[in-house]
């Protein structure tokens, strides 16, 4: 109760029908990958045009769908795509201006990623200790679930910062992307199940009354466990838009055994 499920935002009916997650989706490969942001701004479906040949029109309805959107099951026969105007249009209006009555929250459950402290800086006390007090730092917390994305939440309110959806959970797992997705008995949805780990920059700031650390480089490492074959370096230096640093999977030299 009150934690980071709790907290999460959804489009529903009688409210602005934007997008209020902060969702990035690895597109590309080898050395083109990069993150997209994925949302609904205005009117307009935005982001997805950007996305490579593998996200066809079921994974991008797949991917509306993380976004707190209630797709119709048949939408895939009555919109082609989502590459050009007509088409994001025709997504707008079969399915985000009827935002459903209720908030659609995608957040799946925690196994085995443990979740990880990412600090961002601090305040010092006046006897020159690192504060502990929440209000004078600026933590998150980072963690893996079964919906198939890595999350970033605020550790003082819970809120999610982004989440992240790695190309291999739109390939191999995409089921996990829909909330009560059916699924067959014994095939359980991992989906970014590993603990993830990160590193980090700090700049000690002594100039002004207040003492202060403050994280001038944030980098987050880690993998997909039981959740796919896969590990991946992200920047999270500028918190609430991640960067990619690379991608590795069983196709790479020296990764055949990875996962």
Known sequence: AGGA???????????????TR???VESGTDNSAKLVNIKVEEGKVIGFDQLDSDYGVKEKLYLLSFLGYNV??????????????TERTAAYN???????????????????????QVSYGADFTTDGEISNDEKDRDDYIMFGSMDGALHLVSAEKGEETFA??????????LKALKADSEGSVGRTVFGVDAPWTSSSVL????SGTTKKVKATSVKAYGGLRMGGKGIYGLDLTTKDKPTFLFSKNTTDTGFSRLG
């Not at 700049?203 to 002594?206: A, G, K, R, S, V």
């Open 164 to 173: 992240f959806i790695p190309k291999t959970i739109i390939k191999k797992q």
């Open 22 to 24: 902060n969702v990035f």
């Open 72 to 85: 119709p099951v048949d939408a895939a026969t009555t919109i082609t795509d989502l590459d050009t105007d």
């Open 94 to 116: 079969a399915i985000v201006k009827n935002a459903p009555a209720q908030a659609i929250k995608v957040l799946g459950g925690v196994v085995h990623s443990k979740p990880r």
């Open 203 to 206: 700049e000690y700031d002594f």
């Open 5 to 19: 499920y709790a907290r999460l935002k959804a489009p529903t009916a009688g409210t602005n029908a934007s997008t």
